[in-house]
Structures are given as structure tokens and as C-alpha cells.
Nanobody, 122 residues
Framework: QVQLVESGGGLVQTGGSLSLSCAAS????????MGWFRQPPGKEREFVAR????????VYADSVKGRSTISRDNAKNTVYLQMNSLKVEDSGVYYC???????????????WGQGTQVTVSS
């Protein structure tokens, strides 16, 4: 019922920043917890950040905490991920996801986008 489309990925040097967007369509995601996950090449998908339906609560993976900010604009049905001080280890395909239950586990999310590539070069 919900389609998610990520955008904003690209190539950036270490220390740079990127702003990712996740546009939802089909129905409102204002009642969902929204999360960002990433999958480095050759590795499993990993949790990055999540945000509650109201936007009042956020959770970050230790690897990105202090460098990243997840936010949402429910009026625009859009979720964002701002990443600063990027490292080579941040490279991968970034996915946004929505679910009823907030969790760090990908299994808790019902809707997924196709992903956007982030490549950080040294």
C-alpha cells in the first residue's frame, strides 16, 4: 500500500556530507515508525536510524550517532537522513523503511524503498 523512494545519494569525499530523502506515496506514513538502513557491498543490511511517528523520538546506530540526523515532515510524507563527517565505512546502499513497531531490526519494517547508493571516497 505504501511506496518508498529514496534519493540524494552520490559520491562524496571523506569529511563531506549528504542529505538523503525518502518520499512516500500511496498512503500517509504519519502513523509509522520510519527507519534508515544501509548495506555495504558484500555485507548484510544494518540499522542506521529510526524516528517515531510524531518525530519526537529518534534512535541511532553507534556508528553514526553524533554525525547523523533523522527527521521527518509528515505534511510532505517524507523522511530525511542528514549525514556529516562521512567516512569510507559509510558507503553502501541506503534504504528507508516503515513499520508499525519501532525497532532496530529490519524484520519489524513492512515497507521498503529500492535504495540509493552512497559512496565515500578517501
Amino acid at each position: 500500500q505504501v511506496q518508498l523512494v529514496e534519493s540524494g545519494g552520490g559520491l562524496v569525499q571523506t569529511g563531506g556530507s549528504l542529505s538523503l530523502s525518502c518520499a512516500a506515496s500511496g498512503r500517509s506514513v504519519s502513523s509509522y515508525t520510519m527507519g534508515w538502513f544501509r548495506q555495504p557491498p558484500g555485507k548484510e543490511r544494518e540499522f542506521v536510524a529510526r524516528i517515531t511517528s510524531s518525530g519526537a523520538g529518534t534512535v541511532y546506530a553507534d556508528s553514526v550517532k553524533g554525525r547523523s540526523t533523522i527527521s521527518r515532515d509528515n505534511a510532505k510524507n517524507t523522511v530525511y537522513l542528514q549525514m556529516n563527517s562521512l567516512k569510507v565505512e559509510d558507503s553502501g546502499v541506503y534504504y528507508c523503511a516503515g513499520g508499525i513497531i519501532g525497532s532496530r531490526s529490519s524484520a519489524a519494517y513492512d515497507y521498503w524503498g529500492q535504495g540509493t547508493q552512497v559512496t565515500v571516497s578517501s
